[in-house]
């Protein structure tokens, strides 16, 4: 089952468009719900990084975004490549350890890769995407291809040499680059107030010689916006933009977290914030969208879970006789 083709534009733009935006968001909600309960039956292994509660992030973003644009993810990757419109039933396989998934069932939830749809890959390293995403940049500045490249990473890897790095070679080469941290206030166990002597962590934009943009993560408008103007930029070469996207994560950093490091007042008081009803209001309030369509929106969403896990439970599973493939190519004498 394929997703919908990406469709640029703001959220509030058309009825269209509204129900794009609140249809990925619910996938991403849903998928991860799934991919919970899948976890939690034994039905994957190795181990998988929720981002519920962060979905208008990589919606928004990517809203922005043409197909040809590229994107690099993080561990906690599944809403950047669904956002960015990847096929839900080869992502749901890849968990699954399956033939037909992204990477042959050999990579799992960390290091899911799209080519068709621009996602270079998720990252198991924290800041591992970013000198990619820069990478990328640079290709397409060399080319004059006219395509951006967003890196998604983490308020944590912020603190690695990773992000210095890109951060001050794109700006000096002014490369069409989006550095988008998801500051969803931990990275693992470490709260942003011990890791930062910053209010705002965009204002190390500042640093660069960039823009540094501060914006509520949980409000896919507000994300779209801030995307849209750094994309502008970006394409009309004049080097890239920090978007702080501030967020939360409601799980654990994985599946053992235990949580002993927030109260459970504090993850209450975020999922008041939840973007998806958000977003409904905002619709609603305009008379952009009707509630029958808001929940017609859902049921789809849901559906096509159902769908995705139905066929990928049901295809072949990777095998070790395959583990090589694709690791080495053959050179003719």
């Known amino acids: 089952m394929t997703a919908n083709p990406l469709l640029m534009g703001h959220p509030l733009s058309s009825p269209e468009h509204a129900k794009h935006a609140l249809l990925y968001m619910y996938r991403i909600r849903k998928f991860e719900e799934a991919v919970e309960d899948l976890f939690g039956r034994g039905m994957m292994h190795g181990t998988m990084h929720l981002s519920i509660g962060q979905e208008a992030g990589p919606t928004g973003a990517c809203l922005a975004l043409q197909i040809n644009d590229q994107i690099t993810s993080t561990h906690r990757g599944h809403g950047h490549c669904i956002a960015k419109g990847a096929d839900l039933t080869r992502m749901m396989a890849e968990l699954l350890g399956k033939k037909i998934g992204y990477c042959g069932g050999r990579g799992g939830s960390m290091h899911i890769a799209d080519a068709e749809t621009g996602n270079l890959g998720a990252n198991g390293v924290v800041g591992g995407g970013i000198p990619i995403a820069a990478g990328a940049a640079l290709a397409s500045k060399m080319r004059k ?93 004049e080097g890239p933009t920090l978007i702080e996207s501030v967020t939360y994560r409601w799980k654990g950093h994985s599946r053992s977290d235990k949580n002993l490091y927030r109260t459970k007042e504090e993850i209450e008081e975020w999922k008041d914030k939840d973007p998806i009803p958000n977003f409904i209001h905002k619709v609603l309030d305009r008379g952009i969208l009707t509630q029958e369509q808001v929940e017609e929106i859902q049921k789809i969403s849901t559906e096509q879970i159902m769908q995705a896990v139905k066929e990928a439970a049901a295809a072949e599973s990777a095998t070790p006789d395959g583990l090589l493939e694709a690791v080495f190519k053959a050179v003719s004498a």
Do not use: Q
């Not at 890897?157 to 790095?165: I, Q, R």
């Open 145 to 237: 291809s006219g395509t951006v490249a967003v890196s998604f990473f983490g308020d944590g890897a912020m603190n690695e040499g990773a992000f210095h790095e890109a951060a001050n070679m794109a700006a000096i080469w002014k490369l069409p680059l989006i550095l988008f941290c998801e500051n969803n206030k931990y990275g693992m166990s470490s709260s942003t107030e011990k890791a930062f002597n910053l209010e705002n962590l965009a204002d190390r934009g500042r640093g660069y010689g960039i823009p540094g943009v501060t914006v509520d993560g949980n409000d896919v408008v507000a994300v779209y916006e801030a995307a849209e103007a750094a994309v502008a930029r970006a394409r009309n070469g």
